[in-house]
């Protein structure tokens, strides 16, 4: 259900964003004001995400195989990247070829209509606001809303850069439309190598929050048998699935049926908990004289047992 109002969430985005795009071109060639074309541009990168993230979606419900054991969801990660790499090279770049020349010629420009860019860019920062209200009304915001709340926010930035700039052309200064030009192709830049940063370690193995690991270490610790747990490592095989593998250490002697119930025991305590993700188990057995306290870490392991979910 989750995944179903993500994808209709994101189709409904896309729309609005499509629309908004269209609007902001037509008016650009009304009006000539080049904050409102660039202003465009950002709508096209905010595009390009939905789009891109949309078919990776699609593509991210394929289930594992021989070729990706550990599924698909990755390619959001890549539809990431390819969308923050357009941004850099087409949408930023496009905007300071365009604008840092009218810095210099800015008497030359000649421009039409600013009324109605003012209107356009307003009602588009009113769009903007209404899911940014609801998302600031929340009082839990998962990983995705948050990042749908800095998006939001740096939308309404580009937008009131590019409104002062507008107004200034109305006040008869029309060096400030490439200036609101350049902030906004700025906020696209730094917006971009944010995207392509966090995106890039996901793909390279990216680990968890030292506070989940914690959590997967308690909630191990917490099944009845484990002495110790040591050799915790996990990575993000997903947007929001873990693949983790860990050493526990159980009673030495202990016969394999119970070494495999207690592993069995911690790998289904942490998928209730964690969610879905993979989990392998490790069963050691404690060395002679080992005294479990939360800082062992046996040396040498005895025999080893291993649960794979």
């Known amino acids: 259900m989750k995944e179903s109002e993500d994808t209709r969430g994101l189709q409904l985005t896309l729309g609005i964003y499509l629309v908004i795009f269209i609007l902001k071109v037509v008016v650009f060639l009304m009006t000539g004001v080049i904050a409102l074309f660039a202003e465009a ?12 993230l949309l078919v990776a ?43 840092i020349p009218r810095l210099f010629r800015h008497e030359e420009a000649v421009y039409q209509n600013v009324p109605l860019a003012l209107a356009v ?5 009113v769009i903007a606001a209404a899911p940014l209200v609801t998302l600031f009304r929340q009082k839990q915001r ?13 939308d309404e930035f580009g937008l009131l850069a590019a409104l002062i700039g507008t107004l200034f052309v109305l006040w008869g200064e029309p060096i400030g439309d ?13 917006n971009a190598v944010g995207l392509f940063r966090e995106n890039s370690s996901y793909l390279m193995g990216r680990a968890p929050e030292p506070e989940m690991l914690a959590k997967i270490e308690k909630l191990a610790r917490s099944v009845p048998g484990v002495l110790a747990i040591h050799d915790l490592r996990a990575e993000y095989v997903g947007p929001n699935k873990l693949y983790g593998s860990m050493h526990i250490t159980v009673k030495r002697g202990l016969p394999i049926e119970d070494a495999a119930r207690i592993s069995d025991d911690v790998d289904r ?32 392991p005895g025999a080893r047992l291993t649960s794979r979910r």
Do not use: W
Not at 41 to 52: K, Q, V
Not at 178 to 190: D, G, H, K, R
């Open 41 to 52: 541009l950002h709508t096209l990168s905010d595009i390009f995400i939905a789009a891109f």
């Open 178 to 190: 490439p200036l609101a030009a350049i902030a906004v192709a700025t906020i696209i830049a730094i």
């Open 269 to 300: 305590r942490v998928h209730e908990d964690i969610g879905p993700g993979y989990c392998v188990i490790h069963v050691d057995a404690a060395e002679p004289g080992f005294a479990p306290t939360p800082q062992d870490k046996p040396k040498r």
């Open 121 to 125: 860019l307003m009602l588009s920062m």
């Open 142 to 154: 998962g990983a995705a809303a948050k990042a749908q709340l800095m998006e939001l926010i740096n």
């Open 57 to 99: 979606m699609a593509f991210s419900r394929r289930k594992a195989d021989t070729g990706h054991m550990f599924g698909h969801e990755r390619a959001q990660n890549v539809a990431a990247l390819v969308a923050a790499t357009l941004f850099i090279s087409f949408t930023s770049f496009k905007l300071y070829e365009e604008a």
